[in-house]
C-alpha cells in the first residue's frame, strides 16, 4: 500500500506526502480500534492526499481548519489535502480511514485550479478547502452495517491481494465515493452556493440527460451559449471539456450498475447513453484499463 512519511516545512504543521508503490493500487485504509493508529500524526497535521475518516464509535473531539467536532457513530469527514486538522482530541474512537492521491482517477494536470476538484466522485472533498474546514456528514444508521461491510472489503482486497485486486480495490474505492456523493448536498446546489450559476445549469443539463445522446451542441443549447465559448469556459473552470464530463458522468453510473447489477453489458451502455455496445466497450477499456465484464468480475467477491 501507499506509505506516508513526515514532512516539515518551514516552522509550520508537520505534512504528509503520499508516496505510491510501483504496482500497488493508489488507496490505503486504516483500522481505527480502541484510538487513533497513526502515531504522531494525531498532532496538528496536513497532507497532500485525501482522507476519508468514517467513525462506528465516537468519542473525543476532531478539529479541522476553523471548526471542532464531537465525535459521534457514523460521523464521516472528509479532508481534503492541506488542510491543517487535529486528531489529539479522539478518545476510544472505532472506525477506518482511506487515504488516496488526488490523481487517484488519472493524473492531475499541475497548473489546472481545478485538476483534482473537478472530478465528480472528489467534489464532496471541495467543500472543506472553500470553507477552511473538512466536510463533515453523518451517515444514517440503518446505513452503516453496509459503510462499515465495504471498508472492511477493500482492506480486504489490499491485504490479501489475491489475482484482480488492483481493479477489485479501485472498484471498491469508487462505490464507497459514490455513496459520500450521496450523502454530500447535491453537486448543482453546491455550485450554485459557489457563486457558479452558469456551470450548475451545465451540470444540471447533464445530470438530467447523460442517459440520452445528448451532445455539446445540446448543453450549449440549454445554457444559451455558442459552442465554442462553452467549450472555453468549460475547460478553463474545471480543467475538462464538456464532452469529457459527459462521458465521465455515464461512466460513473455504468460503474455503478456493472458491480450493483446483472445487467447485460450492452444494456449497462444503453442504459447510460451507448446505443452501440461495441463503442461502450471500446470507451470503458480507454478510460479505466479494463473491461466492462473485467470491472464487474473485480468488483465482486
Sequence with gaps: MGTRRRNRRGTGPPVFTYEAVPGVPPVTVGRLARG???????????????????FERGGGLIRSGDEAWEVEAGDLFLISPGEVHDASGLGEVEGWVV???????????????????????????????DTRGSQHLNV?????????ARLSELDSELTARRDGYKDAALAHL??????????????????RLRDEPLLAEVFGFIEDRYSEPISLKDVAKAVNLSAAHL???????????????????????????LVETDLAIGEVGRLVGYDDPAYFARSFRRAHGVT????RRAGRP
Design 36 to 54: 487513533f493508529p497513526l502515531g504522531e500524526a494525531v498532532e496538528p497535521h496536513s497532507h497532500d492526499f485525501l482522507t476519508l475518516v468514517y
Design 292 to 295: 466492462p465484464l473485467g470491472w
Design 174 to 191: 469508487t462505490l464507497l465515493l459514490v455513496e459520500v456523493a450521496r450523502l454530500s448536498e447535491d453537486v448543482v446546489g453546491e455550485l
Design 99 to 129: 487515504f488516496f492521491p488526488v490523481e487517484v482517477f488519472g493524473s492531475a494536470s499541475a497548473g489546472v485550479l481545478l485538476a483534482w476538484r473537478g472530478h465528480p466522485l472528489l467534489l464532496p472533498f471541495v467543500r472543506g478547502t
Design 231 to 257: 467549450t472555453t469556459m468549460v475547460r478553463r473552470r474545471t480543467g475538462r471539456t464538456v464532452l469529457g464530463w459527459i462521458a465521465e458522468r455515464r461512466l460513473a453510473e455504468a460503474r455503478r450498475l
Design 140 to 148: 444514517p444508521p440503518e446505513a452503516r452495517p453496509s459503510w462499515s
